[in-house]
């Protein structure tokens, strides 16, 4: 069994983390088998040249800390294998950051926004 495991601390608020991963799964390819609030799991479909790959996300940490641990897996060995679940978890995890870095500018937008009115 070929795998690939990754971590990283992302400032985001911990609640947004799932939620970012179920959107993010379908735009490479993957498809949701289970979520919990605190841990996600999704699968490729089989490719030409590799095996389904399977993807375990758990989370942890306070807002504005998350971890996130990517645990991917698949049947098989070699570099082909190792390289496809590699691949998932570093084009899911892309994904994610661009959803969690909209969903922010939305949050900051009004907020930031300039305000205007009649000047005297």
Known sequence: MSSYSSSWTVPAPVANIIP???????TVGMKVQAQTPYSFKCRSGLTFTTYPVTLEINVSGVDGAATISMNAHNFGFGPLQTGACRDRVTKLF?????????????QAGP?????????S
């Open 20 to 26: 970012a991963a179920v959107y993010a799964a379908p």
């Open 94 to 106: 892309g994904a994610m950051s661009n959803i969690l870095q909209a969903w922010a500018q939305q």
């Open 111 to 119: 907020a930031t926004a300039p305000q205007t009115g009649p000047t």
